[in-house]
C-alpha cells in the first residue's frame, strides 16, 4: 500500500502554509474536491469550505508549489490531519485578471477522503454547506 506520509522528516512538515490565491479569488471561482459533493461557487462559500479545511492539517508536506502553463497553479503535497494520511494535488486556473477562477483538489487515498468527508459534514451541518458533504446515510449507501 501507498504511503501518503511524506518523507518523514519533521523539518520539512509546514503548518504555516497560506496559499497567496486565496487572497485573490474572482467573484466567480469555483471549488471542486473529491471530499466534495457538487460545486461550490463564490469567494464567501470558498474561503468558508478552505478555511475549516486548512485547520485540519496536523502538516502539510509540500512536493510542488508554482505556476503551471500562463494562467495555472498547482500544490502537490503530502498531509496529516487528525492522526491520517492524505495526498492532494491542487489545481488553480487564473482569470485573465490574475483571479483564481477554478480550483479543483484531488485527494487520496479513498480512506482518507471518506474520513475527511465526515469531518467537514460534522463542523457544517445546520449550514447552507451540510449538503456539500456526504452523510452517513450517503456513505452507508454507497458501500
Do not use: C, K
Not at 496559499?19 to 479569488?25: A, C, D, I, R
Not at 484531488?106 to 480512506?111: D, I, M, Q, V
Request: aromatic share 12%; no cysteine; hydrophobic share 40%.
Amino acid at each position: 500500500m501507498t504511503s501518503y506520509l511524506g518523507s518523514g522528516n519533521p523539518a520539512t512538515h509546514r503548518t504555516d502554509y497560506t496559499p497567496e490565491w486565496l487572497g485573490n479569488l474572482a467573484e466567480d471561482v469555483t471549488l471542486e474536491a473529491s471530499v466534495l459533493n457538487g460545486i461550490l461557487r463564490g469567494p464567501e462559500a470558498v474561503r468558508t469550505i478552505l478555511g475549516f479545511a486548512r485547520t485540519l492539517y496536523d502538516y502539510q508536506e509540500f512536493n510542488f508549489v508554482g505556476p503551471y502553463g500562463d494562467n495555472g497553479f498547482v500544490e502537490d503535497y503530502t498531509a496529516i490531519f487528525r492522526g491520517n494520511p492524505i495526498g492532494s494535488v491542487v489545481v488553480i486556473n487564473f482569470n485573465e485578471a490574475g483571479q483564481a477562477q477554478q480550483i479543483i483538489i484531488n485527494h487520496r487515498p479513498l480512506t482518507s477522503v471518506v474520513r475527511w468527508t465526515t469531518l467537514m459534514r460534522e463542523h457544517f451541518t445546520g449550514t447552507e454547506y451540510e449538503p456539500y458533504f456526504l452523510s452517513a446515510a450517503e456513505l452507508a449507501e454507497l458501500a
